[in-house]
C-alpha cells in the first residue's frame, strides 16, 4: 500500500482495536425503531414543512447563489433571522448553515484577542460540543475547563483570575447532548454579570423542547446584551442550519468577522423556509413537550428497574452509560437484531469509562416504544 494511505489505514486499525471505529449505520431503517435521532418534536417529515420548503424555493430558488454578503440574501432569510430575535428576545440574530459552523465561526470571532484588545480567559463546562473548542482552537484561545455543570468551581474560577484586566468569556450548553442533563441559565447569566464575562450558551438540544413556547432553556431568563445565545435548526426543529441570538452589535461584528458566515453560501432557501415553519410551529406543541418529558422520566425510572444507570439526565436525552466502548457495542447490537436502533457513544465524544447507548426521545414516540425498548434492554 501507498506510506500515505498506510498512515490512515494504521490509524483505522489502531481505533477497530480499540473499539473505537466509526461506521455509517444502515441508511435503510424501514421498519426499525429508531432511538438515533435528535428529531425530538417529530417534526422532519412534516408535510408543512416540505411545503414550506417547496414555496421557498419557488420564490427564491433551490440554492441561495453566493454568500449573504454576496448573492445570497433573500427575503426568507431576514424574515426568519427577525423571528428568532423576537422570540429569543434578543435584539437580533443571524443564521448559519449549521450549528457546528455557527459555532466555530461565533465562538473564533467573538474570542479575536485584537478585537478584545487581550487574549481572552475562556471558561468552559468540561461536557461541552466539539464545534465549541473547535471555536477556541481555531482563536488559539486556551480553555479553563470547569466540571460539568458545576457552578461553585466556575464561580472559584473566575474569582481566582478576578483581578487579571483580561477579558473573559464563559461557554456551555444549555441542555447537554450526550448526558440530557441542564445548565442553570439564569445562574450562569447572574455568574457571567458578576464578572464582566460575555456568556455563550448553546441551546442546541434544548430548542424546541423548552421554554413556555419552545424556544429553548433562556427563553425564561432576560438575556442581557452581553449573553450569545446559539441554536440549531438541525434537531428539535427537524430541518437543518444554526442560528445564534444576541445584541444587535454581535450580529454586526459576526457579520464582519465571522469567517463561517462571511465566507460560506447563505443557507439555502429551502432549509430557510422550512426552518421558519417549523420555529412557527413550537409555540403550539406545548402538549407534546409536557408528553415528550413525561415520556422521558417513565424510561429513566424503567432503567433503574432493570440496574440500569441513566446517568444524571433530566430531559428527552437519555443516557444508559455502560462503561466500556465494548460493552456498549455488544448492547447495541444485539437491540438492533431485535429491530431497535440506538446510538453507541465513546471516546471521544464522551470520557474514558462513559461510553453508552444515547437514546434520543422524539414526540412521535408512544408509550409502547418505550415499553419494547426496557423489554429489550432486561432481555440483554
Ligand atoms: N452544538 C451541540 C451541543 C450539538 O450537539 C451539535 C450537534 N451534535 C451541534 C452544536 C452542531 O449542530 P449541527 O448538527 O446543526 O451542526
Known amino acids: 500500500m501507498n506510506e500515505l494511505l498506510r498512515r490512515y489505514a494504521d490509524v483505522l486499525e489502531s481505533l477497530d482495536a480499540q473499539g473505537l471505529l466509526r461506521r455509517l449505520p444502515p441508511s435503510d431503517k424501514d421498519g426499525l425503531l429508531d432511538f438515533s435521532g435528535n428529531d425530538y418534536m417529530g417534526l422532519a417529515r412534516r408535510p408543512e414543512l416540505v411545503a414550506a420548503a417547496a414555496e421557498a424555493g419557488r420564490l427564491y430558488g433551490a440554492g441561495a447563489t453566493g454568500s449573504r454578503l454576496l448573492s445570497g440574501n433573500t427575503p426568507a432569510h431576514e424574515a426568519f433571522e427577525a423571528r428568532i430575535a423576537a422570540d429569543k428576545g434578543s435584539e437580533a440574530a443571524l443564521i448559519f448553515n449549521s450549528g457546528y459552523q455557527a459555532n466555530a465561526a461565533c465562538i473564533a470571532a ?219 457495542l455488544a448492547a447495541k447490537d444485539a437491540l438492533a437484531g431485535q429491530g431497535i436502533v440506538v446510538s453507541a457513544v465513546r471516546p471521544p465524544t464522551v470520557p474514558q469509562g462513559a461510553s453508552r447507548l444515547r437514546i434520543g426521545l422524539s414526540a412521535a414516540h408512544t408509550d409502547a416504544d418505550i415499553a419494547r425498548l426496557l423489554g429489550a434492554l432486561g432481555s440483554l
Open 110 to 328: 467573538l474570542l479575536d484577542a485584537t478585537a478584545l484588545g487581550a487574549e481572552p480567559l475562556v471558561f468552559a463546562d468540561k461536557l461541552n460540543h466539539a464545534s465549541m473548542h473547535l471555536g477556541c482552537a481555531l482563536a488559539g484561545a486556551r480553555q479553563l475547563r470547569y466540571r460539568h455543570l458545576d457552578l461553585e468551581h466556575l464561580k472559584a474560577l473566575l474569582e481566582k483570575h478576578a483581578s487579571e484586566p483580561r477579558p473573559k468569556v464563559i461557554l456551555s450548553e444549555s441542555v447537554f447532548g450526550m448526558d440530557g442533563d441542564q445548565a442553570d441559565i439564569a445562574a450562569l447569566q447572574d455568574l457571567a454579570l458578576a464578572h464582566g464575562a460575555l456568556l455563550y450558551i448553546d441551546e442546541a438540544h434544548a430548542t424546541g423542547v423548552f421554554g413556555p413556547r419552545g424556544y429553548g432553556l433562556c427563553e425564561a431568563v432576560d438575556l442581557a446584551p452581553t449573553t450569545v445565545v446559539m441554536g440549531t435548526m438541525s434537531k428539535a426543529l427537524g430541518v437543518s442550519g444554526g442560528y445564534v441570538a444576541c445584541a444587535g452589535i454581535i450580529r454586526d461584528y459576526l457579520v464582519n468577522k465571522a469567517g463561517g458566515f462571511i465566507f460560506s453560501t447563505a443557507p439555502s432557501p429551502l432549509t430557510v423556509g422550512a426552518g421558519l415553519k417549523s420555529w412557527e410551529l413550537l409555540p403550539g406543541l406545548g402538549a407534546e413537550r409536557t408528553a415528550l418529558l413525561h415520556r422521558a422520566e417513565a424510561l429513566r425510572q424503567g432503567l433503574r428497574r432493570l440496574g440500569l444507570d441513566p446517568g444524571q439526565s433530566t430531559t428527552h436525552i437519555v443516557p444508559v452509560i455502560l462503561g466500556t466502548p465494548e460493552r456498549t
